[in-house]
C-alpha cells in the first residue's frame, strides 16, 4: 500500500468487491433480456428453513442469507443445498428430475460450489465442508473446521459450536471457508487443498490484524470472494490467500446469496416457498413435481407394548386421563381403555414439545412409535451409515425430515452433546447402552439430560443394570433418581442443577437487591442454545421496557405487547405465550398510562414469576398463572377503596401489592381475597416524583428569564433551586 493515499487503497478495494458482482449481474440481466424465456419445469420441496426470520432481523445489518434455497449449476445439474432437510440434491437441468441426495449431519445454508471436475463442496452447520463427486453424489472427502466435536442447539437442532457459516470460495487449486459465528467462541478460517481436503492453512481471531495493530475476532456468515491474491470474508476481514496472513480488517457487509442463476441456456429460481423452477427458450409443457409425503406405517404391537412401558415412566395422575381427549390427528383412538390413558398420558406430557434423544436405530419401530404417539423432536444417534440413510430417506419421504425427525451419524459413541437438552433418553437394543470399557458413560448422558424431570429409559439387563448403578453411585451426581422395574432401568433428573439461582422480580427478588444467588454462572462463558423460535418472538427493547425477563424453575418469561411468554432456559423452545387482556388502564391528567413512563401503548405489567405460580398486576387485580402452562389459576382482587395495583412483590409466603395509597399483604397459600393486612402510605408523592417536579418548575422559570433577556448565572440558578425545594 505504500505510495498510495488511503482513498486511493479504499477505492482499489471496493472495485475489487463489486466488478466480479456487476459482470455477472450484468451478463444475466443481458441475457434475460434478449430472450422469451417459458417454464420447462417446477419442482416443490418442503418450505425452507431460515436461521434468522427476515422480520425479526435489526435494521437490515443482518441479512438473511438463507431466505431461500441456495443453488448452483454445471453442466447437465443443478444443485440445491436444503436447510430443512440438511441435505445437497443434485437435478437434471432439462428434465428436473432427482439425479442423487446427500445427507449431513445439519442443515445446508449456503450454495455449493463446483469445481471444472464436477467436484462438489458445500459446507453444513454440522461444522464440515463436504467435497463430493457431482455425477453420483458420493462423498471423497469431509474436514471438520471445529477445533473439537462440542454441539449446541442453534436455531432448535443439534449443530456444531463451530457450524460452517460462510459460502465456499474455490481457487488455484484451494477451497476456502469459514467456521464459527460467535466472536467469544473463535472463528476459524480454513484454505485446503481442492483435491485431497489437505490444510494448507488455517486463521483464527488470534493472528490478529495487519500489522499487528489490532485483535480481529468478527463475526462471519455470508459468502467469500476471491480477488487479486486476497480472500474477501463477509463482515470485513480480508486475508491473503496463499499464506492466511491477515491484509486488512474493515467493518463491513454480508453478501447475500442469489436466488437466480444462469446455466446451460437456462434460468433457474429459487422461491421462498421451497419450489426451484426451469425456464428457456421454447413453449413446452410444463413439468411439474409436486412435493408429495409417505406415511410412516404403524408400529408394530410388540414395539407398541415397549413404547408403552416407556411411557408408563412418564405417567401422569390418573385423573388427568381421559380417552375423549385424544388427539386424533396424531394417532388413531384405540377401542382399549387402558392402552388410550396410557397414550394420553405420553401426549400431555409432551404436548408442549420437547427433545427426545434414541440412542441407535434398532429395527425403527420404536422411533415410528415415538413419532406418531407424541409431539416431541427426536433426535437419533446412529453409527451404521446404511441404517442412518435408510431413516433420513424415510422421514425425508414422510415431511418429517428436519423438523421433527434429525438423524446424527457419529464413528463412535455420542460426544459433545448439548447440555441439559433432553426430556426423555432411550434406545430399543441394549447394546447402545453397553458400559464396558465407558467408564464416565453415564456422566456424558447425564449430562446432555433436562433438569427438573428429565428421565432415561435404559433396557438393561440385571447384569447391565447393576454396572450402570455402580457407575451412578461413583459419579456423585446430585439430582440423580434410580429405579429398577421389570427389565428396565429409569433414571429421572430431579430439580434444578447443583447452585443455580432465580431471578423472580424485576431487580432480582423482592428486596430489589440486584444480586443473583446463581453460583454456576462463571467465566469463560459459552454458547448453549441461539435462534429458533424464541428468537422471533415480539417481546420489548429492554431500552423502552424496565422489565428485565424474570427465571423460575427452568424457565424464562418475558413480556412483548400485550403478550407474556415462557422459554424453556436450557434450549430456548417456547413452553407458551399468553395474550394480557387489560382489566383496566389507569392514565393520568396528561392522558399517558400510570407507571408506563410516558408510553401510552404498549403498556407492561409488574411480575412476579414462582415456581409455583405467576403473579400478574393488571388494573385493580392480580391474575395468577400456571408457570408450566400459562392457565390462568385464580384472580386476587383489591379492596373496594383502592384504585390499581402499581407494583407486586412476593418473600416467603406473603404476596405485597403497592398501590397509590397503601401496601396490601395476602398469604399466597390462601385461596381468598381478603387481605391479611393493608398498610397506608399517606398517598404522598414518591421523593423521585418530587425531584421530577423541581427539576421540571426550575427549567420553566430558566426559559421564562431566557426569552425576557435576564441574567441567568450560577447564582441565580442556585437561589431558583432552594426556593422550589422550599415551596415542596
Sequence with gaps: MAGRTREEST???????????????????AWAQDQVLHPQWVREFLPPRPAWRADHLSHGQNPQVDGFYAIAAKGKSVFVASNATDSVTSLNTDSGEIQWRFYANGPVRYAPVISDDRKVYFGSDDGYLYCLNGSNGELIWKFNGAPNNLNSIGHGRVVSMWPVSTGPALGDGRIYFASGIWPMQTVYVHALDAKSGDVIWSWDFSDGAAGGREKVNPTIQGYMQLSSNRLVVPGGLILDAATGTTYEFRRGD???????????????????????????????KTLQYARSTKAIPRAKDEWKEKAREIIKVLGLPADKLKADELRADQIEVTRNKREAKIVKTFLNICSDGGYALVLGVGSGQLIDALVQESSLDLIIVETDAKKVLAL?????????????????????????LPAHMFNLITSESTQAFETKGRENYFSTIFKALHPYGGTIVLPLTDQQHNTFARQVKEAGLAGVELVRNTQKTTVRRVGSLPGAGQWTHTASDAGNSLFSSDDRVKPPFGVLWYGGDAAALPHFDRAASPHAPLVSGGRMFFQGPDRLFAVDVYTGRVIWQIKIEPHQTPYRKDGSPVGNYGWRKPLWYSIVALEDG??????????????????????????????????????GGILLAITPTSVLAWDRSRKSDKPLWSRSTGGGKSSGHRILERKNEVAGILRRRQRQGLPCSRSICRRIQASASCRQ
Excluded at 482499489?12 to 440481466?29: D, H, T
Excluded at 442469489?258 to 421462498?272: H, M
Excluded at 398486576?617 to 390462568?632: C, E, K, M, R, Y
Design 11 to 29: 477505492l482499489e478495494r471496493v472495485l475489487l468487491l463489486l466488478l466480479p458482482l456487476a459482470l455477472s449481474c450484468g451478463a444475466q440481466q
Design 254 to 284: 454480508r453478501k447475500k446469496g442469489t436466488s437466480t442463476i444462469v446455466a446451460d441456456g437456462k434460468q433457474f429460481t429459487s422461491s421462498k416457498e421451497g419450489t426451484i423452477s426451469c425456464l428457456a427458450e421454447g413453449k413446452v
Design 392 to 416: 433420513r430417506r424415510k422421514y425425508d419421504d414422510a415431511g418429517l425430515y428436519g423438523s421433527r425427525v434429525h438423524v446424527i451419524r457419529h464413528d463412535s459413541r455420542p460426544a459433545g
Design 614 to 651: 405467576i403473579y400478574l398486576a393488571n388494573g385493580s387485580q392480580i391474575p395468577v398463572l400456571n408457570p408450566a402452562t400459562g392457565n390462568h389459576e385464580r384472580t386476587i382482587s383489591l379492596p373496594a377503596g383502592h384504585e390499581y395495583v402499581k407494583d407486586i412483590r412476593c418473600t
